[in-house]
């Protein structure tokens, strides 16, 4: 591993790079863990059993056939060290004296100094710090430096003074580390002033560190070290990430900072936007205004996408905390910038990239609607790429108008298939429109068939009042509402049938793909199918038609109510203070801040929709287990796989 900003890269050692350092022809070999162990011996602990599978993941069947604790008493741990050396006997550190066993801090070997590290806070013998100072400030190794330090920090014995020799240490790992644990220590000024300097330090760990920290900080000057780094290096992701972590209490100022300089243009658009959203979350009730004041002079039209995209960031804080444009004059400075976007949205000789930033600002302006709408409509049936109709689809979400549902419908025979299933997406979400959605279901205009599987499913758990009426709709359509057993007894003959891969991988590709990953296919949505290649068709037939019969944790789906009347479902991808991430079929992303939330229910049900099986026959399900079990190997994994000995 070296050192890559404010993180690492790996690469394969020299003499691994076409083998690991250890494999066995055995295939029942598990290595779990590798460590140095206390001697400094390599330590690799083996499972060593035939089956790893939870039972859960195996048929009945299967099972019968299967010794399920076959090595369970197999278990060992292999020692490797070099032939012309013996390791040392491990020591019993409770039988060491305590200032030996502080003096053993000082040690090589990691392993050793974390048993010391625990045995010292075990004791929790005060006495011992002023040793473990000692080496805190003259150890010849970093490390050992560092671990004194969190020793102190672990005996409640660190102090002001150990603590500025470590801000201070020519080792830049040491000066973060001394950073995190001075973070309950910043009363004392020597340190608040070190802190300070140390947003100039030349390492990039040490300022990454510092950013992560200065939100522990309610000082206002946390708030200039902030911009300092963001000055230095905001080009770097990760500590954007971390000054935006430590925003909380600062994002304000930072922002009034940054706006009288020439910084802020400098840093990348959905940067500021998270910062502003930051701002205008805070319980400052006038938050919104300084906001707008310090950033008024940079949001005027450009060629650019980088003010509209800040404006719409500006725009979505606003909805959040209840604010309208026609009741805030002071929005009205934004009067420009909304009259250009709706030229650039109309615009078709404009730069996709500014449209779609400029779309994001329609949808907003009440006294508008129509005119946003129409040049929406236009946009639809247009010939636009996939990024700008996903824009014109947001803008359009962002009206509670209930009469947009019917309006879109008017023209459904105009769209392409892919847009009629994104509209439908849409239109599902609110249920201002599911009744036109469901209007044009009964008419004969929407084909049963054109909704999704998911689709189906939100549709008619949505609103009891509408469960009926669907099921109705559902049935004349040709649709099923039989049991999950009895539609895998329908396709039992499946599996006496012979697959097609070929016709298989189709199937997989129109049915699957939108949130599985098979090969070099697909979206990385839920489980990659590789891991299914050796189950039995049993198996695959019982994933396919019954996915809620075993759903696992981290695949559980969620349906979200928003503030807004938005219904939003799918998995739970990313979670920090301020937001969460969905992860819906497709891999699409929805980011919703937790001052948004309604509501949060986890679903007893897999983001897998039952019913996949309509519109199938038990020859197609051969055809995709067939693709799943014998699906062709990617180009070179043969070739690749012939290196390795273990399967």
Same mark, same amino acid.
């Given at each position: 591993?070296?050192?890559?900003?404010?993180?690492?890269?790996?690469?394969?050692?020299?003499?691994?790079?076409?083998?690991?350092?250890?494999?066995?022809?055995?295939?029942?070999?598990?290595?779990?863990?590798?460590?140095?162990?206390?001697?400094?011996?390599?330590?690799?602990?083996?499972?060593?059993?035939?089956?790893?599978?939870?039972?859960?993941?195996?048929?009945?069947?299967?099972?019968?056939?299967?010794?399920?604790?076959?090595?369970?008493?197999?278990?060992?741990?292999?020692?490797?060290?070099?032939?012309?050396?013996?390791?040392?006997?491990?020591?019993?550190?409770?039988?060491?004296?305590?200032?030996?066993?502080?003096?053993?801090?000082?040690?090589?070997?990691?392993?050793?100094?974390?048993?010391?590290?625990?045995?010292?806070?075990?004791?929790?013998?005060?006495?011992?710090?002023?040793?473990?100072?000692?080496?805190?400030?003259?150890?010849?190794?970093?490390?050992?430096?560092?671990?004194?330090?969190?020793?102190?920090?672990?005996?409640?014995?660190?102090?002001?003074?150990?603590?500025?020799?470590?801000?201070?240490?020519?080792?830049?790992?040491?000066?973060?580390?001394?950073?995190?644990?001075?973070?309950?220590?910043?009363?004392?000024?020597?340190?608040?002033?070190?802190?300070?300097?140390?947003?100039?330090?030349?390492?990039?760990?040490?300022?990454?560190?510092?950013?992560?920290?200065?939100?522990? $900080?309610?000082?206002?000057?946390?708030?200039?070290?902030?911009?300092?780094?963001?000055?230095?290096?905001?080009?770097?992701?990760?500590?954007?990430?971390?000054?935006?972590?430590?925003?909380?209490?600062?994002?304000?100022?930072?922002?009034?900072?940054?706006?009288?300089?020439?910084?802020?243009?400098?840093?990348?658009?959905?940067?500021?936007?998270?910062?502003?959203?930051?701002?205008?979350?805070?319980?400052?009730?006038?938050? $919104?205004?300084?906001?707008?004041?310090?950033?008024?002079?940079?949001?005027?039209?450009?060629?650019?996408?980088?003010?509209?995209?800040?404006?719409?960031?500006?725009?979505?804080?606003?909805?959040?905390?209840?604010?309208?444009?026609?009741?805030?004059?002071?929005?009205?400075?934004?009067?420009?910038?909304?009259?250009?976007?709706?030229?650039?949205?109309?615009?078709?000789?404009?730069?996709?990239?500014?449209?779609?930033?400029?779309?994001?600002?329609?949808?907003?302006?009440?006294?508008?609607?129509?005119?946003?709408?129409?040049?929406?409509?236009?946009?639809?049936?247009?010939?636009?790429?996939?990024?700008?109709?996903?824009?014109?689809?947001?803008?359009?979400?962002?009206?509670?108008?209930?009469?947009?549902?019917?309006?879109?419908?008017?023209?459904?025979?105009?769209?392409?298939?892919?847009?009629?299933?994104?509209?439908?997406?849409?239109?599902?979400?609110?249920?201002?429109?599911?009744?036109?959605?469901?209007?044009?279901?009964?008419?004969?205009?929407?084909? $049963?068939?054109?909704?999704?599987?998911?689709?189906?499913?939100?549709?008619?758990?949505?609103?009891?009042?509408?469960?009926?009426?669907?099921?109705?709709?559902?049935?004349?359509?040709?649709?099923?509402?039989?049991?999950?057993?009895?539609?895998?007894?329908?396709?039992?003959?499946?599996?006496?049938?012979?697959?097609?891969?070929?016709?298989?991988?189709?199937?997989?590709?129109?049915?699957?793909?939108?949130?599985?990953?098979?090969?070099?296919?697909?979206?990385?949505?839920?489980?990659?199918?590789?891991?299914?290649?050796?189950?039995?068709?049993?198996?695959?037939?019982?994933?396919?038609?019954?996915?809620?019969?075993?759903?696992?944790?981290?695949?559980?789906?969620?349906?979200?109510?928003?503030?807004?009347?938005?219904?939003?479902?799918?998995?739970?991808?990313?979670?920090?203070?301020?937001?969460?991430?969905?992860?819906?079929?497709?891999?699409?992303?929805?980011?919703?801040?937790?001052?948004?939330?309604?509501?949060?229910?986890?679903?007893?049900?897999?983001?897998?929709?039952?019913?996949?099986?309509?519109?199938?026959?038990?020859?197609?399900?051969?055809?995709?287990?067939?693709?799943?079990?014998?699906?062709?190997?990617?180009?070179?994994?043969?070739?690749?796989?012939?290196? $390795?000995?273990?399967?």
């Amino acid at each position: 591993m070296s050192e890559e900003g404010a993180t690492f890269k790996a690469l394969r050692a020299a003499d691994e790079a076409q083998s690991e350092f250890l494999a066995l022809s055995d295939n029942w070999f598990r290595p779990v863990q590798v460590r140095t162990g206390p001697d400094g011996a390599l330590w690799i602990v083996d499972m060593y059993r035939f089956v790893v599978e939870h039972p859960r993941w195996i048929t009945p069947e299967r099972m019968k056939e299967l010794d399920l604790r076959a090595g369970a008493d197999f278990g060992r741990i292999y020692r490797v060290y070099p032939r012309a050396k013996t390791p040392p006997a491990i020591r019993d550190l409770t039988m060491l004296s305590l200032q030996d066993l502080a003096q053993s801090l000082d040690h090589l070997n990691g392993t050793e100094r974390d048993r010391v590290h625990q045995e010292l806070l075990r004791r929790n013998d005060p006495s011992v710090a002023s040793v473990v100072r000692t080496i805190a400030r003259t150890s010849a190794r970093p490390a050992s430096r560092v671990q004194a330090l969190a020793v102190l920090d672990g005996l409640r014995s660190v102090d002001a003074e150990v603590l500025l020799a470590a801000l201070r240490d020519a080792n830049p790992e040491v000066r973060a580390h001394a950073i995190r644990i001075s973070e309950n220590f910043l009363t004392n000024s020597a340190i608040a002033d070190a802190w300070l300097k140390l947003a100039g330090d030349p390492s990039l760990r040490v300022r990454y560190q510092l950013a992560l920290s200065l939100g522990q $900080w309610s000082d206002a000057r946390a708030a200039a070290a902030l911009g300092a780094l963001l000055s230095r290096e905001g080009s770097d992701p990760w500590l954007r990430a971390a000054v935006l972590s430590s925003a909380g209490p600062h994002a304000l100022a930072i922002i009034r900072n940054l706006a009288a300089t020439s910084i802020l243009k400098r840093l990348p658009a959905e940067f500021i936007g998270d910062l502003v959203a930051t701002a205008l979350a805070s319980d400052e009730k006038l938050a $919104w205004q300084e906001v707008l004041t310090s950033l008024a002079p940079m949001l005027v039209p450009a060629a650019e996408a980088w003010p509209f995209i800040v404006t719409s960031r500006l725009l979505d804080g606003l909805e959040r905390k209840g604010i309208k444009l026609a009741s805030a004059p002071e929005a009205t400075r934004l009067s420009p910038m909304l009259d250009r976007a709706r030229d650039l949205a109309a615009d078709s000789s404009a730069k996709d990239i500014t449209r779609e930033a400029a779309l994001n600002l329609l949808g907003r302006d009440a006294g508008r609607e129509k005119e946003e709408r129409a040049i929406l409509k236009n946009l639809l049936v247009g010939s636009v790429s996939s990024s700008l109709t996903k824009a014109v689809l947001d803008a359009l979400e962002r009206s509670r108008d209930p009469g947009l549902g019917d309006d879109l419908l008017a023209d459904w025979t105009r769209y392409p298939p892919s847009l009629r299933s994104a509209l439908i997406e849409r239109l599902s979400r609110r249920k201002e429109w599911t009744a036109s959605l469901e209007n044009g279901i009964e008419s004969g205009r929407i084909v $049963w068939s054109e909704l999704s599987a998911e689709q189906r499913q939100r549709l008619m758990r949505s609103d009891p009042r509408f469960q009926d009426r669907l099921q109705a709709i559902g049935a004349l359509a040709g649709s099923s509402n039989q049991s999950r057993a009895e539609a895998i007894q329908q396709f039992e003959a499946s599996l006496n049938l012979s697959g097609d891969p070929a016709r298989g991988r189709k199937l997989f590709q129109a049915l699957c793909a939108n949130c599985h990953r098979f090969h070099d296919e697909g979206s990385s949505v839920g489980p990659n199918l590789l891991g299914l290649t050796d189950k039995s068709g049993r198996f695959l037939l019982t994933a396919i038609l019954d996915p809620n019969a075993a759903v696992e944790g981290r695949y559980t789906s969620y349906a979200v109510e928003l503030r807004d009347g938005r219904s939003l479902s799918g998995l739970i991808a990313e979670e920090t203070p301020l937001s969460l991430v969905l992860l819906n079929a497709g891999g699409a992303r929805d980011t919703v801040m937790r001052s948004e939330l309604q509501e949060i229910r986890a679903s007893k049900l897999s983001l897998m929709p039952e019913g996949l099986e309509a519109n199938l026959k038990p020859q197609d399900l051969a055809d995709l287990i067939a693709y799943i079990q014998k699906g062709p190997p990617e180009a070179g994994e043969e070739a690749a796989a012939a290196k $390795w000995s273990i399967s």
